[in-house]
């Protein structure tokens, strides 16, 4: 199993960024895929995740401009974000759970303000 997270970057604040993450074997051996983040000196946190029957959940922090989104035929995960503030600045993981968990490497979000 294997999840590569891609598309972080260095965005001005009230900018956008989509995140990807490519999923191997295939998306639907997962219960739940989900992303998190983790900033300098704080804990990793749940940005935003999808269940296998597409029922998403997101942090209060983020609700409203971010989006989670799969893409089955493609084995694709995606979080679309806009309006970046300074405080979406982290390394943001993917993670897919099925009878345990699995971490992609993660990819790194900056927003200047």
């Known amino acids: 199993v294997q999840l590569q997270a891609s598309g972080g970057g260095l965005v001005q604040a009230g900018g956008s960024l989509r995140l990807s993450c490519a999923i191997s074997?295939?998306?639907?051996?997962?219960?739940?895929l989900a992303w998190y983040r983790q900033a300098p000196g704080k804990q990793r946190e749940l940005v935003a995740s999808i269940t296998r029957y597409d029922i998403t959940n997101y942090a209060d922090s983020v609700k409203g401009r971010v989006t989670i989104s799969t893409d089955n035929a493609k084995n694709m995960m995606y979080l679309q974000m806009k309006s970046l503030n300074a405080e979406d600045t982290a390394v943001y993981y993917c993670?897919?759970?099925?009878?345990?968990?699995?971490w992609g490497q993660g990819t790194q979000v900056t927003v200047s303000s």
């Open positions: 074997p295939h998306i639907t051996i997962f219960n739940v």
């Open positions: 993670n897919g759970q099925t009878s345990r968990d699995w």
